[in-house]
């Protein structure tokens, strides 16, 4: 299947400091790419969807002025966490789609904010 | 609206003995259906996937899964299971295929006792 890849796997950070996960499409062309959220022991929550060129459409609840999503080629899409508070300690998972296929996903970014 | 429903958080079986795991769905149209295994900090690995055709779905690993309408599940069976099973399993539901995104169960912990 398709691969993507998601960077970093783990992540520390302080209180205050902005984070940035990458996720990146290496041998397709994804259009469409969505950004999941999961707390311990729970399921997945999209927080939001973004198509290439265009601006990100998020999930009712979640802050667009805190969890920057830029989707600016065809191959990567990143997610930045603005001045990361303790309780934006979760897993984040991307997937990526060329339309037509399911969405393949990342390996998942541990964030932890100290 | 979709949702998914997997009956039990957490199901624990013998080394060889068989795996069953329950997923009901809702949806007003059409559902594509998948189910995916989760080992601990990792991403999500696609097991098998119903769109359209053939009820029975043969997936990775020996498992497959039946897609019953009348019923609205996709439950996950492995006539046999090993150890390497234990993970987290989560059957998601979307209404087409890569450029929508799934709506997750939340998850049920398979535990595979020697």
């Known amino acids: 299947g398709a691969v993507v890849s998601q960077h970093p796997s783990r992540v520390i950070c302080k209180s205050g400091t902005s984070v940035k996960i990458e996720c990146r499409s290496l041998?397709?062309?994804?259009?469409?790419m969505f950004w999941y959220r999961q707390f311990p022991k729970q399921s997945l929550m999209l927080m939001a969807t973004?198509?290439?060129?265009?601006?990100?459409?998020?999930e009712q609840g979640v802050e667009k002025d805190k969890f920057l999503i830029n989707h600016a080629s065809l191959t990567l899409s990143t997610l930045t966490v603005t001045s990361a508070h303790p309780e934006d300690s979760s897993f984040y998972i991307c997937?990526?789609?060329?339309?037509?296929?399911?969405?393949?996903f990342g390996q998942g970014t541990r964030l932890t904010v100290v | 609206a979709q949702s998914v429903t997997q009956l039990g958080s957490h199901l624990s079986v013998s080394e060889g003995a068989l795996v069953l795991l329950r997923c009901n769905y809702s949806?007003?149209?059409?559902?594509?259906l998948f189910w995916y295994v989760q080992y601990p900090n990792q991403g999500l690995q696609l097991l098998l996937k119903?769109?359209?055709?053939?009820?029975l779905v043969k997936g990775i690993n020996g498992f497959e899964a039946e897609f019953k309408k009348s019923e609205t599940s996709f439950h996950l069976t492995k006539p046999s299971a090993h150890m390497s099973d234990a993970a987290e399993y989560f059957c998601?539901?979307?209404?087409?295929?890569?450029?929508?995104?799934?709506?997750f169960g939340k998850g049920t912990r398979l535990s595979v006792i020697a």
């Open positions: 119903y769109t359209t055709g053939a009820t």
């Open positions: 997937s990526a789609s060329s339309g037509n296929t399911e969405a393949f």
């Open positions: 973004s198509n290439e060129g265009s601006k990100a459409t998020y």
């Open positions: 041998d397709f062309q994804a259009t469409t």
């Open positions: 949806s007003s149209v059409p559902p594509y």
């Open positions: 998601a539901v979307s209404y087409l295929s890569g450029n929508t995104p799934l709506v």
